[in-house]
Nanobody, 123 residues
């Protein structure tokens, strides 16, 4: 089993910043696994946001490039998402995910999921 716990979501004004974190645990987790973030906006399907490999290769959805940064601390089994220049369209529940492989992060998938953390950007 792999357990994921996200934190950091809150209400913020347009142009503001937030930092999300996600801590992984469980006997099945390996720090060689890819990690990343998805989000689900109101009335929309869940979409990919960003992913990172064990070796710190990163991949971003086009709409967040230049604004969001993903990184990980393997010693703490934790992945982070720094979100800058936030827009109302970024409002969503953000989900941390782990892929039980070290494959190409351009094809990142979620094998394990957190419960989500709400990010609301006011206009």
């Amino acid at each position: 089993q792999v357990q994921l716990v996200e934190s950091g979501g809150e209400l913020v004004q347009t142009g503001g910043s937030l930092r999300l974190s996600c801590a992984a645990s469980g006997r099945s987790f390996r720090n060689s696994y890819n990690m990343g973030w998805f989000r689900r906006a109101p009335g929309k399907e869940r979409e990919f946001v960003a992913a990172i490999s064990w070796a710190d290769s990163t991949y971003y959805e086009d709409r967040v490039k230049g604004r969001f940064t993903i990184w990980r601390d393997n010693a703490k089994n934790t992945v982070y998402l720094q979100m800058n220049s936030l827009k109302p369209e970024d409002t969503a529940v953000y989900y941390c995910a782990v892929e039980a492989s070290s494959g190409n992060i351009r094809f990142f998938r979620g094998d394990y999921w957190g419960q989500g953390t709400q990010v609301t950007v006011s206009s």
